[in-house]
């Protein structure tokens, strides 16, 4: 994740921004509950918010704080959109996308969604995976094969198909289609075991329970995914960083080069200014007990962190807490 220095960290808050006494004081209103879209079971997404979730009410019990399964970023955002979430998980393109900076590929762009970030809380790593036996090397292997690129909704099915729009490989290219699918991560799994599907696409921590419990059962491999990098960057910036898959994440391997796109808390412009001030501490005061089981060695949130926030600006009441806790 990106680091940076106290200083900038306070010359960034400072810029053109109002400090608001409710974002110092945090929430003190009535009850009230609090919903986190999160995504799918046995993924970084649901533990990560189940973990913010307890520690949202153990700071303040007047938040009835919950995470709620879900198919991913999109899916988040969309509940986001409909008032059914008060806070959304989502990857840095896709808030970017949603937020009416860009649509699926193909797509008109949807009706952008109101949001502000709270924080960038982790980088998500994006993993294609296939049977370590295949004769899949790289992105360009995938004409003619069959993918399952992340569950409708999930933020793997926009970085996906910009991943094969990337690598030559998209709509109108004149090599043989990828076959593209949608399953959830247990079903891709599943399915890739068992021959079903060529390759599947996650977007999560290193290493992902499912994804691990494979490679015990099934040796896989990763493909190496940089060669992608200069064409998305060119075309939606640098939402998109290099960073590499540690060595034997899935069992013995080298290390593997890939995508990392950051992850966004975001709420909605018009949320309660205390509540997003107190949320804003949580994630810096209880950094050390938001890192998902799964994760331990490899993800940390670094609250020097939070305000790199994709172009997705941050809400006032967050920067306000971000400035006293470092002030």
């Known amino acids: 994740m990106t680091t ?19 974002g110092n004081q945090g929430y003190t ?31 303040q019990p007047r938040l009835h704080a919950t995470a709620v399964r879900t198919e991913g970023s999109l899916d988040n955002l969309r509940l986001l959109a409909e008032g059914k979430a ?31 970030a709270i924080g960038r809380v982790y980088e998500n790593y994006l993993q294609l995976v296939v049977r370590a036996d295949s004769a899949i090397a790289g992105l360009a292997d995938l004409a003619g094969r069959t993918a399952s690129l992340g569950a409708s909704g999930s933020g793997a099915e926009l ?16 090599r043989p289609p990828v076959r593209v699918q949608h399953r959830q991560l247990a079903d891709a799994v599943a399915a890739l075991e068992a021959g079903d599907i060529d390759t599947l696409l996650w977007s999560g921590g290193v290493p992902t329970p499912a994804l691990a419990a494979l490679a015990a059962r099934r040796p896989i491999r990763l493909l190496p995914l940089d060669s992608a990098i200069p064409a998305l960057r060119a075309r939606f910036g640098p939402v998109y960083e290099a960073t590499t898959v540690p060595a034997d994440a899935y069992g013995p391997a080298a290390p ?23 949320v ?48």
Do not use: K, W
């Open 86 to 116: 008060d806070l959304a998980l989502a990857l840095g393109d896709a808030a970017q996308a949603r937020a009416g900076t860009g649509g699926l590929p193909g797509e008109p762009a949807p009706a952008p969604v109101p949001m502000l």
């Open 4 to 22: 940076l220095t106290r200083r900038g960290l306070l010359g960034a808050l400072a810029l053109g921004l109002t400090a608001t006494a409710c």
């Open 256 to 278: 593997v080069a890939t995508l990392g796109v950051a992850n966004l808390l975001v709420c909605h412009p018009n949320a309660d200014p205390a509540l997003t001030a107190t």
């Open 159 to 174: 970085t996906g198909e910009r991943l094969l729009a990337a690598a030559g490989l998209g709509e109108g290219s004149g």
């Open 280 to 327: 804003a501490r949580v994630l810096v005061t209880h950094a050390a007990r938001l890192v998902p089981q799964q994760a331990l060695g490899t993800q940390f949130l670094d609250p020097r962190s939070l305000i790199v926030t994709a172009g997705i600006p941050l809400h006032p009441a967050a920067i306000t807490a971000y400035r006293a806790l470092h002030g």
């Open 29 to 59: 209103g009535p009850a009230r509950g609090l919903t986190i879209a999160a995504g799918e079971l046995g993924g970084f997404y649901i533990e990560f918010a189940e973990l913010l979730a307890a520690e949202i009410r153990a700071e």
